[in-house]
């Protein structure tokens, strides 16, 4: 796993040296600036996303609660079905598909924000901001493809499509045989973004339900 970390952390560095160059979204809608900290998101009320912030979704996604959280559940259920068939059902091969994970998120994360910076590609989930079951399933199913640009329209998420492809090249350099065939490589790059759509159906409709299950 060396190949990993040095790939991470030459991503780490292209992503902080773009992130320092592009214009703060502050600047860019000045009248929010003072109420920026409270402020909802939401795709009718876009605040174009700084360069801390994109470093900050970064390491959030790789060490946040809820991707560690992940990582468990993932590293669990591949040892459970043994995949890949190499690493065995062992607490050995449960922390290396751990590590495997927390390495995959690391590559691709930093790919998207580093490269979606350029053209102001959003990185983060925006809350649709919709009622209605439908409208919302759809935006959350759409904006999976797309993503927001620094003035709030919807285009194609390039920089996600590069994160999610040459983060699986990548990581053929340390998978064992199995896991590295063309084939192979191509579902991992499907599941990524079928990832990406269920995550934004959770990020749409858990603060909801959260509330009402407060309540």
Known sequence: MRSASVSVAMLLTITS???????????LTPQI?????????SADAYVPIT??????????????PRSLGVGVLGGIWQTGFNTPQEWGRTPSGFGKRYLEREADVAISNTIEAGLGALWGEEPRYIPSGRRGLRPRVQYALKTAFLAQRR???????WGRYAGNVFNNLIENSWLPPSAT??????IRSVEGMVTRMLGNLWEEFWPEVRKRIGK
């Open 51 to 64: 360069g801390l912030e994109r470093v900050h979704w970064i390491v959030d996604g790789i060490v946040g």
């Open 17 to 27: 040296g773009v992130a320092a160059q592009e214009p703060p979204g502050d600047a």
């Open 181 to 186: 065939t063309p084939g192979e490589t191509a």
């Open 151 to 157: 003035d709030g329209r919807l285009a194609p998420a």
């Open 33 to 41: 600036t003072q109420a920026r900290p409270s402020l909802p998101l």
